[in-house]
């Protein structure tokens, strides 16, 4: 049973300590963050995302500020039913860089980190979220659907280094026609 505790306790430190070292882009800044992206790379390692790493395309999405410093994510995504559009509702922390949401399909706050960008061309950006056991998740958004082989190199090495498997790194292929032009 100590054995067990200390094993517990080790791993928790161990996890805390890796959350710990992973900061927001220095001197992030919101207002140059704002506007069109498009995620092209994703890493998810979550056993239930397998049967639909080969239907994946890159989604489009549009980050807003709201009046109160809060954010919103309007994300457009080519799905089996169509193109769907969902928005999220990012809070601010007192780190900028760093969000929270309530993700209603999960019924639990979501972290997001801002890890990477310079604004222009690309963004690395981690989700982490406790349900069971810890999930992370982490996007590579282009402010158009292609991005540079370099910046898709450095993504990959991001990913491998926060553990994700080689086979759970994706970089899909665009979504055609998602948004629809009338649809944005």
Known sequence: ??????AVVIVMLCVMAVDA??????????????????????????PSFTPFRDKVKASMGIITTVPNGNVNLTMWDATPLGCQRKVYN????????????????????????????????????????VFNRDYTQVALYG???????DTIMKFKAFALSQGFPRDSILTPPPAENCPSRSGR
Not at 1 to 6: E, K
Not at 143 to 149: F, I, Y
């Open 1 to 6: 049973m100590r054995t067990t505790v200390l």
């Open 21 to 46: 070292d992973l900061k927001p882009q220095k001197d992030f800044n919101l207002r140059m963050f704002t506007g069109r992206w498009y995620r092209v790379g994703l890493a998810y390692d979550s």
């Open 90 to 129: 990012y809070e601010k922390t007192s780190v900028p860089g760093q969000f929270t949401y309530f993700s209603t399909r999960n019924n639990m706050v979501k972290d997001i980190t801002v890890v990477d960008t310079n604004y222009t061309d690309y963004a690395v950006v981690l989700k982490h979220k």
């Open 143 to 149: 402010r158009s659907q292609t991005v540079r082989n």
